[in-house]
């Protein structure tokens, strides 16, 4: 690690000592560890076997020169080093994420047990080769420029490199000012790190690419927040989670350097995620900034199809929250629909409903349009002219994947003209009759053959049940059975073992985590760690799902829930 004068003699010389050893926290201090961000040789029980790395982030780019945390215009840097600020009561932990400890952290999951493992995962610890940094970026925020943005309420603690090979990026939400805070108090509140450690976990295990939550803690701090921008301010406690991904970099990375004409910055930057993230790339290659927005439009159009086929909005699609690695980052106010409704929102800010769940394959081409501008000073006229087509592909990318998707989703093999057809007769009458999105196709998968065939639906498909409603019901099974037929060498049995691969169960319906938020905030966190449990297996049956009520229909008071922006 090169010296860096602005750093803590400790951190810069990675002591390690000085952080864990001298403290007694491990039985053999002088024990041989791990070079910063490299995995230990098996999971390590305590963090002073561990360590994070920091250089990666900070050795190819200029850091603000400015030292002093306080709210300002940044320029000509990519990161502020500035440290977390640690709760002043008392911290609990909520939930750890096992799989996240130890598959990608190296971590054996009783480290949970430690104080010193609660002390670093709510801020109050650094460890040995971390620096911590806030991102700078920009954005467009429904449909405007809003200018500097950045990380003002998270810090990137490190990077750790794991015994995969897999390079994470480890960041704090929740833990305290940055000079990106803007108005913010730089905190999150427990009801909306709930959603989030819930949602990045149950996100991955339905397939679809995210951000990781290894953990989530609350304290009694007092964090106040108007929920629902009415003016009603209500006292809520802050929490931090501690959230994993490849990178954190996102269009509005790009797009504040173009904007600020910083453009030897904005090359390095790119050139940067390049050869780290993408490796299909040749760095020698002229054309790699055109080949990577080649790969972010296909990418993107693949990610925002994935959404649809769970019914996720993710709620604030502006381009400061979307990766440039086509992950999903930054849940907020998002949700999963119940019944099917393309102009479900979830957002109760959202007035104008632009992020509405059927808008966002075209806030995704918006979206796209912003990075092609800020890669444009990178660009020769030839190229530039390539982007535009390459831009224009993406509603072709986009149809193509979603058609996929959905013909997986109904248990479809082969190719049929008129499988777009059967597609959209099947969501129009769902929108019809209001009916439930996940149940649904889930109860398509259950059902049999010969149960649509004569239109005996079991009562406990309710689903289906407010499908048959629909006087075209009949004749689209007519022509669904008809399809059916025409799979080569399948049969009923197959078929449903198939779609039942697909077709979740369980999601993270809006009612389920407030009932959990609620629990959480009197201290009860069983909901919470249920949910964790019963959502990374969200295409099995599961007993303590059934007996939750997490498969019936939703209860009436859920349709009255609403979810905020404010976290």
């Known amino acids: 690690m090169r010296w860096r004068p602005w750093l803590p003699a400790c951190l810069a010389w990675g002591c390690v000592a000085a952080l864990c050893g001298s403290r007694g926290l491990c039985p053999a201090p002088n024990a041989s560890r791990p070079e910063p961000g490299q995995c230990p040789p098996r999971r390590a029980a305590e963090l002073c076997a561990w360590a994070l790395s920091s250089d990666s982030l900070l050795d190819p780019f200029p850091v603000d020169v400015?030292?002093?945390?306080?709210?300002?215009?940044?320029?000509n840097c990519i990161f502020s080093v500035v440290y977390p600020t640690p709760f002043k009561s008392r911290v609990r932990l909520v939930a750890v994420s096992k799989e996240v400890l130890e598959n990608i952290l190296d971590l054996d999951v009783s480290v949970k047990g430690s104080s010193d493992f609660l002390e670093f995962i709510s801020g109050g610890k650094v460890i040995s080769g971390s620096v911590p940094l806030a991102h700078r970026y920009g954005g467009h925020q429904f449909g405007s420029w809003a200018g500097q943005l950045g990380d003002g309420r998270a810090h990137l603690i490190g990077v750790y490199t794991n015994r995969h090979g897999e390079r994470w990026e480890l960041q704090l939400k929740g833990s305290g000012k940055t000079p990106y805070s803007r108005n913010g108090d730089g905190r999150a509140v427990l009801r909306s790190s709930v959603r989030e450690f819930l949602c990045s976990e149950a996100m991955h295990y339905l397939g679809i690419p995210t951000s990781r939550a290894a953990s989530l803690v609350v304290s009694d701090d007092d964090v106040w927040r108007d929920q629902f921008y009415n003016g009603n301010i209500k006292k809520e406690r802050g929490a931090i989670v501690l959230r994993l991904a490849k990178s954190?970099?996102?269009i509005g990375s790009l797009e504040i350097l173009a904007h600020s004409g910083e453009l030897d910055l904005l090359r390095r930057l790119l050139d940067f995620i390049i050869q780290e993230h993408f490796p299909s790339i040749a760095m020698n290659d002229s054309n790699r900034h055109l080949e990577f927005f080649s790969t972010v439009v296909s990418e993107t159009a693949n990610l925002i199809s994935l959404w649809m086929s769970v019914g996720f909005a993710h709620g604030v699609c502006n381009t400061d929250n979307f990766s440039l690695l086509s992950i999903t980052i930054d849940y907020g106010p998002f949700g999963f629909m119940d019944s099917y409704d393309p102009n479900f929102v979830p957002n109760t800010s959202d007035d104008e409903r632009r992020y509405k769940i059927g808008n966002q394959a075209s806030?995704?081409?918006?979206?796209l349009s912003k990075l092609l501008q800020a890669l444009k000073p990178l660009l020769d006229p030839r190229q530039k002219q390539l982007a535009s087509q390459i831009l224009e592909g993406y509603g072709e990318h986009y149809h193509s994947r979603f058609t996929e998707l959905?013909?997986?989703?109904?248990?479809?093999?082969?190719?049929?003209?008129?499988?777009?057809?059967?597609?959209?007769f099947l969501l129009k009458i769902m929108e019809d009759t209001r009916a439930d999105f996940t149940?649904?196709?889930?109860e398509l998968s259950e059902i049999t053959a010969d149960q649509l065939k004569e239109l005996h639906i079991p009562e406990e498909f309710w689903a289906l049940q407010d499908l048959r409603k629909h006087k075209l019901f009949s004749e689209w099974v007519t022509l669904y059975l008809l399809r059916l037929n025409s799979n080569n060498g399948d049969s009923d049995a197959k078929r449903r073992r198939r779609m039942a691969t697909v077709n979740p169960r369980y999601i993270l319906r809006n009612w389920m985590a407030e009932s959990a938020v609620k629990k959480a905030n009197l201290n009860d966190f069983s909901e919470v760690q249920l949910l964790e449990q019963v959502l990374q297996h969200p295409f099995q049956r599961q007993e303590a799902a059934e007996r939750a009520g997490y498969s019936l229909r939703p209860p009436a008071w859920a349709k009255h829930l609403k979810v905020s922006c404010s976290s």
């Open 248 to 250: 954190w970099f996102r």
């Open 406 to 424: 959905f013909k997986t989703k109904l248990g479809l093999l082969g190719e049929n003209e008129n499988d777009n057809y059967l597609i959209a």
């Open 66 to 75: 400015i030292q002093e945390n306080y709210v300002r215009n940044v320029r």
């Open 439 to 442: 149940m649904t196709f889930r």
């Open 363 to 367: 806030v995704g081409l918006f979206n």
